[in-house]
């Protein structure tokens, strides 16, 4: 069993700027999209980025420009560099990988609140 565990989440101000880290552990999962969620008070979550194990990228169109993912060389830690946050940012922001060859594979982390606010 895959284990998320997420950090990096806590106020900002609008403007500012937040990283968020996900440290995965557990079995290798092969081909997979690792990324991060997010879900707003009232609203359904919805996919800031991701990135497939062959290395392409996905982001939300709302945080395009402004939001940056990466992962380690070994693919076992997500970042997600939030730059230009707004308030409409606030949310909590969970982690998520996702096998894509076994849809029973799919893990998520324990979320991370993140606050944009003045």
């Known amino acids: 069993q895959v284990q998320l565990v997420e950090s990096g989440g806590g106020l900002a101000q609008p403007g500012g700027s937040l990283r968020l880290s996900c440290a995965a552990s557990g079995p290798i999962l092969g081909l997979n999209f690792m990324g991060w969620y997010r879900q707003a008070p009232g609203k359904e979550r919805e996919l800031v980025a991701g990135?497939?194990?062959?290395?392409?990228?996905k982001y939300g169109e709302s945080v395009k420009g402004r939001f940056t993912i990466s992962r380690d060389d070994v693919g076992s830690t997500l970042y997600l560099q939030m730059n230009s946050l707004e308030p409409e940012d606030t949310a909590v922001y969970y982690c998520?990988?996702?096998?894509?060859?076994?849809?029973?594979?799919?893990?998520w982390g324990q979320g991370t609140r993140v606050t944009v606010s003045s």
């Open positions: 998520n990988i996702k096998s894509l060859q076994r849809p029973s594979d799919d893990y």
């Open positions: 990135i497939f194990s062959g290395g392409v990228i």
